[in-house]
């Protein structure tokens, strides 16, 4: 069965930088698009990012210009997503989600990884 | 970019209920890829329709999506209480995914 195994919670200091990593297991790894979305406390999901497992070319949101970074390693089918000079609005559970239904770039999310939170204080 | 508004914010309704969500697109959504996705507290988004109005799989027919261009539509036919969620819906058909801001669906 598909499933998205991502890392744990973390904490961080404004300024500072954060690494998730969201394992994939049950499907063919290069066949589907992922993507990275993020919902902070009580607000809504808000799309980050997307990374194309096969060639490992990205596209992000305009809101995280030069903030973000997204890879992937086939050989563990894993990819990571890296937010740096985090604020405290970065608060937030950080998702990966397979862009399962098609093939191509544009496909609705289908499975969602359990996500990780990280929290940015000082 | 393309912003979706949902309505209502909140949506309390009686257990049998019909329940009727609406996601308005600024601009019309040509390829008619919207989605709508159920979350319940402390869970991961769950997808319910794509494509506008195919059902994902597993998910109980009471569970309907219509409309085109602009508007779009969630229907449940019948309220169940593990239906209390909040509902978001999603346009994944450019570059730029975008969501509505939700319609919280909660038991009277």
């Known amino acids: 069965q598909v499933q998205l195994m991502q890392s744990g919670a973390v904490v961080r200091k404004p300024g500072a930088s954060v690494k998730v990593s969201c394992k994939a297991s049950g499907y063919t790894f290069t066949s589907y698009y992922m993507h990275w979305v993020r919902q902070a406390p009580g607000q809504g999901l808000e799309w980050m990012g997307i990374i194309n497992p096969r060639g490992g070319g990205t596209s992000h949101a305009q809101n995280f210009q030069d903030r973000i970074t997204m890879a992937r390693d086939t050989s563990t089918s894993t990819v990571y997503m890296e937010l740096y000079s985090l604020r405290s609005e970065d608060t937030a559970v950080y998702y990966c989600a397979r862009g399962g239904i098609y093939s191509g770039n544009y496909s609705p999310f289908d499975y969602w990884g359990q996500g990780t939170l990280v929290s940015v204080s000082s | 970019e393309i912003v979706l508004t949902q309505s209502p914010g909140t949506l309390s309704l009686s257990p049998g209920d019909r329940a009727t969500l609406s996601c308005r697109a600024s601009?019309?959504?040509?390829?008619?890829?919207l989605a709508w996705y159920q979350q319940k507290p402390g869970q991961a988004p769950r997808l319910l329709i794509y494509?506008?109005?195919t059902r994902a799989t597993a998910i109980p027919d009471r569970f309907s999506g219509s409309g085109s261009g602009t508007d779009f539509t969630l229907t449940i036919s019948r309220l169940e209480p593990e239906d209390i969620a909040v509902y978001y819906c999603q346009h994944y058909g450019s570059s730029r995914q975008t969501f509505g801001q939700g319609t919280r669906v909660e038991i009277k």
């Open positions: 601009q019309t959504l040509t390829s008619g890829y």
């Open positions: 494509d506008a109005s």
